[in-house]
Nanobody
Framework: EVQLQASGGGLVQTGGSLRLSCAASGFTRDDYILSWFRQAPGKEREGVSCLDVSVGSRYYADSVKGRFTISRDNAKNIVYLQMNNLKPEDAAVYYC????????????????????WGKGTLVTVSS
């Protein structure tokens, strides 16, 4: 059974940093996609970043390019989202999601394509 466990959210001031973690278990092969999404109150869920675990390709939403970095600890099977220079508009509940089909990377920000979701972790950015 695939399980995703997100953690690392919290309260940070504008310009600060946080690192989110997504512990993934239950995958039998490293050919899946793991992404971070976020949803702010009253807004639709949006894709933030994606890691194609099989080839290491990374993708980012334009709004976070240059500030956020997605990475993976292969030994621990944890995917991180390092968030720097946080802005009030980054405040949201962040979710990690995974898709068995590596081809999902072509449309990585489309949430309905994902098979597994972790519980969210709240990021609050004070101005």
């Amino acid at each position: 059974e695939v399980q995703l466990q997100a953690s690392g959210g919290g309260l940070v001031q504008t310009g600060g940093s946080l690192r989110l973690s997504c512990a993934a278990s239950g995958f039998t092969r490293d050919d899946y996609i793991l992404s971070w999404f976020r949803q702010a109150p009253g807004k639709e869920r949006e894709g933030v970043s994606c890691l194609d675990v099989s080839v290491g390709s990374r993708y980012y939403a334009d709004s976070v390019k240059g500030r956020f970095t997605i990475s993976r600890d292969n030994a621990k099977n944890i995917v991180y989202l390092q968030m720097n220079n946080l802005k009030p508009e980054d405040a949201a509940v962040y979710y990690c999601a995974a898709a068995d089909n590596s081809g999902v990377y072509r449309s990585w920000s489309v949430d309905v394509l994902y098979d597994y979701w972790g519980k969210g972790t709240l990021v609050t950015v004070s101005s």
